[in-house]
């Protein structure tokens, strides 16, 4: 009587644990209840070169100078590559594919080499930066460097 009331035992608690499965939390990553913005198009310059976006949502041209390619692994000079906007490392599935509104990260992947950009716009004194919701826009893309030691952005402005 004792083995089967202990198998019964130890089968309730297997079902009721394979029957619980983690809560997701709603709108993870978030994005807001608006229409996701139109890809990025044309031309965005900063003083370390430019990134033309054709309107794809994917491709990207990087002509950038020798300082930024330092600072962030890019090759240096015009290359052609593939992007995308993300949302930062979100446990457990590390950083995912967001609308550029809301991204943290920008991948651009340039002859197979794949570089992880982060977002946002430091304070004056380069101890910390904003990120988050608006940070990027059709008409800015901030990108966070660390440079001597502190943040620094680089922000490409649309012509």
Do not use: W
């Not at 430019?50 to 330092?70: H, P, Q, S, W, Y």
């Not at 002859?111 to 800015?140: C, F, H, K, P, Y």
């Amino acid at each position: 009587m004792k083995k089967i009331l202990g198998f019964l035992l130890c089968l309730m608690i297997v079902l009721s644990v394979a029957g619980c499965k983690p809560v997701k939390p709603d709108n993870i990553p978030y994005e807001p209840n608006t229409p996701a913005p139109d890809p990025h198009t044309g031309t965005f310059e900063s003083e370390c070169g430019t990134l033309t976006f054709n309107g794809d949502g994917k491709t990207i041209v990087c002509d950038l100078n020798r300082e930024f390619a330092d600072l962030t692994g890019l090759p240096e000079g015009k290359n052609e590559g593939n992007y995308v906007f993300l949302s930062g490392d979100l446990p457990p599935n590390g950083s995912v594919e967001v609308r550029y509104d809301v991204a943290h990260e920008l991948e651009i992947t340039v002859n197979d080499s794949r570089i992880v950009l982060e977002l946002g716009i430091a304070s004056r004194d380069g101890s910390s930066a904003q990120a988050g919701i608006d940070v990027v826009t059709a008409n800015r893309i901030p990108i966070l460097l660390k440079k001597d030691g502190k943040m620094v952005t680089v922000t490409f402005v649309k012509k």
